[in-house]
Structures are given as structure tokens and as C-alpha cells.
């Protein structure tokens, strides 16, 4: 239960796209999803995050304009979009999940219970 589960990552050419899915259980139908990343030699760092029903997102300013997310409630799948791939998007991709979320935007790590394992995702110069 509140196991979150990425696929889709690897690597790419800088210019290139990528579609990231992650999977949770019909429990979290209802919660604010996101992902954050990790650069290597970083801290964690927001990317995106949507209400449950998809009314409202947000977005880092270093992906504004090329990231995409979206959710599948009735597939139980949440879905980020990354177009026109930078060398410095590099990291590994964790998707969370948070039951409560008060501020906005809802940016920070640690108001998210729920993780999934991480996808690299290594975008080539």
C-alpha cells in the first residue's frame, strides 16, 4: 500500500523527448501527485505536480515550456511529459504522492509520504 512504482526513463540526446509513468495504488486515487529529481551531486528538486483531479498544475521554472504532467485516475497513472530534453535535466526521477498538501506551489519534498524507487533518466550533449 502507497507503493509508487516510475518507468520510462534513459537515455537520450539533448533535444530529444521522454514520457515518464508512474504507477500508484487505487488508495492514492485522490491525493496530489508529483515528480521531483535528483541531479547527481544535488538535492532533490521539484519538476511537477497536479490535484487529483487534474484541475491544477505546477511547474519548476527550469522545465516550464517543456514538461508536460498529467494523470489517469482510471488507469491509476500519472505521466510526465519532457520534450526538448537539456543536459542538465539529468537525475534520477522519483514520483510522490501527499495526502496534504497547504502550500502553493506544492514544491516541497517533504510534504510527500509517498515515493516511488526512482528512473534515470541521462540526457546526452
Known amino acids: 500500500q502507497g507503493q509508487l512504482v516510475e518507468s520510462g526513463g534513459g537515455l537520450v540526446q539533448a533535444g530529444g523527448s521522454l514520457r515518464l509513468s508512474c504507477a500508484y495504488p487505487a488508495s492514492l486515487f485522490n491525493v496530489m501527485q508529483a515528480w521531483f529529481r535528483q541531479p547527481p551531486g544535488k538535492e532533490r528538486e521539484f519538476v511537477a505536480a497536479?490535484?487529483?483531479?487534474?484541475?491544477?498544475?505546477w511547474y519548476a521554472n527550469s522545465v516550464k515550456g517543456r514538461a508536460t504532467i498529467s494523470r489517469d485516475n482510471n488507469k491509476n497513472m500519472v505521466l510526465l511529459q519532457m520534450n526538448n530534453l537539456k543536459p542538465e535535466d539529468t537525475a534520477v526521477y522519483y514520483c510522490?504522492?501527499?495526502?496534504?498538501?497547504?502550500?502553493?506551489?506544492?514544491?516541497?519534498?517533504?510534504?510527500?509520504?509517498?515515493w516511488g524507487q526512482g528512473t534515470q533518466v541521462t540526457v546526452s550533449s
Open positions: 510522490a504522492a501527499a495526502s496534504i498538501v497547504s502550500r502553493s506551489p506544492p514544491d516541497i519534498a517533504n510534504d510527500y509520504e509517498y
Open positions: 497536479i490535484t487529483w483531479k487534474g484541475g491544477s498544475k
